[in-house]
């Protein structure tokens, strides 16, 4: 009950005590004077500890931190039964609260993810769909809605929407971020090379620009932490912890530098013989010899997957550490128990599977992801939960959550009741659309829609002469045997693609956005590597 509503609120209780059915007045029983004194107790107790000291009460609107990492894959943290990486503080959530196993992104890019948190939209619908376009400023984002509720808000971190923009957004009380994707150190080292939107401009703190000092995990969380210290106790807070790790290039703290060196790459690559006789698109094959694929990744002679998966694992470690050192303010001072802590991943990353790498793609590596949630009290410890949910889902969710208005008109649907295991929890969503939009910067992946999050993966490439793709992920979880063109699917095939139009046709995703040419061009191929693929030969006939 708010202070505002507290007085009117006695005075009707008292009102209806001292009624009598016949509308005349009468003196309270000892009971109903006792009930009514009761309440003006624990009324007052709420005021005074407004006032003071921060509400604690199960019925009071959550806080929420949610810590986005960017370019996390699905199966790089302990919990998800990794072979070496010690990711403790990651862990410990999935132990107190909820761990997704069919966690996905609806498109596994930076920039359309984000926005399809932020707004719970598919990318064709808030149109963000590459890293460098501005982004309509009529798209509303969920923490405005949670400012109207009463929140305090704070976004720390990587914006990195509408290309090297850092200017305070809406639906944030206090900002800090960077251009375009920052840097690990301000001096750049470490670092082996630019990854494209690189700056070295520094902090905008609310608008000022403050030189970054530090290793940028560790100061994000610095900041974040300061701003959890001055929040108002009074109020309940939405802290957004939006980290530049793990994207490449991949520079870990110094203190966990060549943790792992001796570790192997836990991922098969296969052979471009093995690609062949899965029968993989041509796309996918030519993929291998470019940027985003293991014989020239990043366009390097000797680019070798497993020392960039070591230093991905090692740069990883300072995240862990970041969320072990917010949920320890948060237990310290007594604000656990009603903080609802989400942690995410806003893409997976591929490491040689399917002989690519980088995002993108629909496949497992790419668009799946971890999703952690804790909130003590109302998420069972331990909890698993195997429905499927996506990026367009948080919106939503943590809008419930919270208590705060709903959007009217989403793609996506709130999962807090089934993460709390409540028996009104709704119908499960048995499967999401996955799209990507060409990019001319990196042209070697196509267009791509795809049912993702069943059995069965159905993948269409648009405006390509290539092959679609349907894999079997419970006999094939590595999904290189695609079985598109198998007798025996025919009749699967063709249903998965009238169920992918009907997503695509309700969702209003028929119409592509198509956006200027934008930011540097990356065509290169090694002559040396994989040639290009060849036509199949079913493709040939007399
Ligand atoms: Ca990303």
Known sequence: MGDDNFAPACFAVLGFLLRR????AHFPKRTQLMNFLRTVL???SLIVSSAGVRLSAADTPPNIVFVLCDDHRFDCFGAAGHPFLETPHIDSIAKDGAMFTSAYVTTSLCSPSRASILTGQYAHNHRVVDNYHPVDPDLVFFPERLQSAGYQTAFIGKWHMGGE????????DHWISFKGQGTYWPDGHGTTREVPQTTYDGLNINGRRVPQNGYLTDELTDYAIDWLQQTDTSKPFFLYVSHKAVHADFVPADRHRGRYDQQPLPIDVPTVEQMDAGKLPMWVRNQRNSRHGVDFGY???????AVYYRRYCESLLAVDDSVGRLRGYLSEHGLADNTLFVYMGDNGFQFGDHGLIDKRVAYEASAKVPLLMAAPGKIPPQTVVESVVGNIDIAPT????AGANQFSDIDGQSFWKTACRSDDAGPVRQHLLYEYYWERNYPHTPTLHAIIGGRWKYIRCHGLWDRDELYDLENDPGEMRNLVDAPEHAERVQELNDQLWEMIQSSQGDEMPLLEDRGPLFPKRDPAKSPQAMFPQEYFRD
Do not use: T, Y
Not at 21 to 24: F, K, L, S, V
Not at 398 to 401: K, N, R
């Open 299 to 305: 366009n390097l002679k000797g680019f070798s997957p």
């Open 165 to 172: 923009v850092d200017d305070p957004q809406r639906g944030f």
């Open 21 to 24: 059915p016949n509308g005349h």
């Open 42 to 44: 624990v009324g007052f």
């Open 398 to 401: 943590m809008l419930e959550a």
